[in-house]
């Protein structure tokens, strides 16, 4: 999240990311679902949507109706939990903040995964990249697995190879490694293992005999960019060593859309966190609305600088939506309203940013008419869309009236919730006394 | 992620004792976080990543002002120590004990007449999910 600075010598970039993440996470409270095999459903338990390993080893694949699986659940010892994003938005930013801690530069990428930016020796930085990982575990509870590389492609290839093999416990640095055997491995590795390759992208590179990473690597890249596109070239390149995916403060995917963004001129009063947390919301419900997305949590964080002498402060907070909405209005207010309490008057915040997560197409759901607000029917997201188009996103702001950030009642199925933990004071963990 | 929201109101500041002793001629490096209220997160919570507060459900602490409904504040963090007060896993439950390692023997003591003491036999059978740091005792 802080702005990467230009890597001298020894810096490399790790990437971290939190092994089946919604499962740990209700595992961090549940010791009962250590070592047995768990899934976590989709919104309205509709169908699995993580994993742990031992339910990887049923043979049970993201995606499959919960319906199949409910009948046999007993028998193989399966346990369920519905989504419980409060409690994963919640782990989330207690992690990244944690990470942040490590690192020069922070670039938070999704809700599971963070880039870091660290320097020293290969050795120093596996010892490192063990240290980030106990660390992790003991403030959270959560296993990481650490991939370090000279690019975010190859921190990201490194990370899967620790995830693979586990005697490297949790932390792989390529330059640490034996050069034949990354060589080895990229050359069994099938193409589509590889950061932001798909498997339609797959299907024509092996029709060009680019089957696998090894294959890939040592493809032209201008013939690539020819081919196919700058972004597949920047593939190429960074597989040799060259760095140049730059930093991204917008992404989307299946599972979250994220807008941070750093300040130039830190902010340093609740009522200019208010606007920003107001136009941000606006931005990621603009992004919602083009991808033709619904989001039913939104987490809204903002944090100062690492290096800040003064007060440190990295303010988070996540909450679950009436229902499922792209509404700029309702998230505004909820990306306002659930930081509000934390931002500390007179703190310089030198970022800010929120994350949309519980992601489904718009339509999913059957919209209960009382949940369809006004707004949503007036077209506002549109209309807003159109001012700020206009005249820029300053222009335009929503009032702060109106709606609590109680968790309003959730009209969908969650069955197999386990209680949000960590955000709700009717639902702490029950510690016995017996 | 606060556990506790401290109730900033959102009036307009009245001009504070540090704007005032600004003006009388020494500055206060403290000025910019002046801010009348106590906030309990900062004198509770020594790192916000690694602290839960957790519900105690039961009677085997109330010999040391432990109760059935009390809130603890537990850091994940921490160091177990011959002493503590810990969270820890007992048959898969979330336990509270007092955590006794005098030399040879782990000890999972209860603080009531009646509870008996939890044994542990080896080192890496003993699971601490946490350290208690305060209890928030229901009076």
């Known amino acids: ?434 | 992620m606060a556990v506790f929201s401290a109730d900033r109101s959102r009036r307009p500041a009245p001009p504070s004792e540090s704007d005032a002793a600004t003006a009388a001629g020494f500055p206060s490096p403290a000025r910019d976080y002046f801010d009348g209220r106590i906030d309990l997160n900062r004198h509770l919570i020594r790192d916000p990543t690694s602290t839960y507060v957790v519900r105690v459900e039961g009677d085997s602490m109330a010999g040391t002002g432990i109760c059935n409904g009390d809130e603890l504040i537990v850091d994940r963090s921490l160091t177990p120590r011959d002493g503590a007060v810990v969270v820890a896993v007992v048959d898969g439950e979330l336990t509270v004990r007092r955590l006794l390692l005098d030399g040879q023997r782990i000890v999972l003591r209860a603080e009531s007449p009646g509870y008996p003491d939890i044994l542990v036999a080896e080192p890496s059978e003993l699971s601490v999910w946490g350290v208690v740091t305060r209890c928030l005792h229901h009076v």
């Open chain 1, 1 to 434: 999240m802080s702005e990467p600075a230009a890597p001298p010598g020894a810096q490399r970039i790790a990437l971290v990311d939190v092994n089946s993440f919604y499962v740990s996470c209700e595992r961090a409270f549940d010791p009962k679902l250590a070592g047995v095999p768990v899934v976590v459903l989709s919104n309205n338990d509709g169908c699995v949507v993580a994993r742990s390993d031992e339910a990887k080893a049923l043979g049970i694949k993201t995606g499959t109706p919960w319906f199949k699986l409910a009948e046999s659940a007993p028998r193989v010892g399966l346990i369920q939990r519905s989504s419980n994003y409060e409690l994963y938005g919640d782990l989330s930013s207690r992690v990244m903040e944690l990470l942040g801690r490590y690192a020069l530069w922070q670039e938070v990428y999704s809700i599971d995964e963070s880039f870091l930016g660290l320097a020293g020796t290969p050795r120093e930085l596996e010892a490192q990249g063990a240290t980030i990982r106990t660390a992790v575990a003991r403030h959270t509870g959560l296993p990481v697995c650490v991939g370090i590389g000279t690019t975010k492609t190859l921190a990201k290839f490194a990370n899967r190879i620790a995830k693979q093999n586990r005697h490297l416990q949790g932390v792989c640095n390529l330059e640490t490694m034996d050069p034949a055997a990354v060589e080895a491995i990229m050359s069994r590795v099938p193409v589509t293992g590889l950061w932001g390759v798909g498997s339609r992208l797959g299907t024509k590179l092996d029709a060009m005999g680019i089957s696998t990473v090894a294959d890939l690597r040592a493809a032209d890249p201008a013939l690539i960019r020819r081919k196919f596109s700058v972004t597949l070239q920047r593939t190429v390149l960074e597989l040799n060593g060259t760095a140049c995916i730059p930093h991204e403060d917008e992404r989307a995917d299946r599972k979250q859309l994220i807008f941070s963004r750093s300040f130039s001129t830190p902010v340093t009063s609740a009522a200019e966190m208010r606007q920003v947390m107001s136009i941000y919301a606006q931005q990621a419900a603009a992004r919602l609305e083009r991808e033709g997305q619904q989001a039913s949590i939104l987490t809204a964080y903002a944090g100062t600088s690492h290096f800040s002498e003064r007060a440190a402060s990295f303010p988070s907070a996540t909450v679950r939506l009436p229902s499922p909405t792209s509404d700029p209005v309702i998230l505004s207010r909820a990306a306002v309203g659930a930081l509000e309490s934390q931002v500390v008057e007179g703190v310089p915040y030198t970022k800010a940013g929120v994350m949309l997560s519980g992601l489904e197409s718009a339509g999913a759901q059957p919209l209960f008419e009382e949940f369809v607000s006004v707004q949503e029917r007036r077209n506002l997201g549109e209309l807003l869309g159109k001012v700020t188009d206009k005249y820029g996103a300053a222009s335009i702001g929503l009032g702060l009236a109106g709606m609590s950030t109680a968790t309003p009642e959730w009209t969908m199925s969650r069955r197999y919730s386990s209680p949000r933990y960590t955000t709700e004071w009717s639902e702490l963990p029950v510690v016995k006394a017996v």
